[in-house]
């Protein structure tokens, strides 16, 4: 299935960088950048929610298996 385009309204600098980008990138379009750059968003959200809990945790111990429950 192919995707549909669509207009999305930026100013004329934002769209020199996302062109500055597809060029230094080697990229086919500025669709193609920013779809990189919102995966790198999502890359660097969920690297900060990994490990959130870690010093927190306790190791598990095997009286708290709940098998007497």
């Not at 960088?17 to 060029?23: P, S, T, V, Y």
């Not at 080697?26 to 969920?46: P, Q, V």
């Amino acid at each position: 299935m192919a995707s549909r385009g669509t207009t999305v309204k930026v100013s004329r600098d934002t769209l020199r960088e996302l062109e500055l980008l597809r060029d230094e990138m080697n990229l086919k379009s500025i669709d193609d950048a920013l779809a990189i750059l919102l995966k790198e968003r999502r890359r660097k959200a969920l690297s900060q929610l990994f490990g959130i809990d870690k010093g927190r945790i306790t190791p598990f111990m095997h009286s708290e298996r709940g098998e007497d429950r």
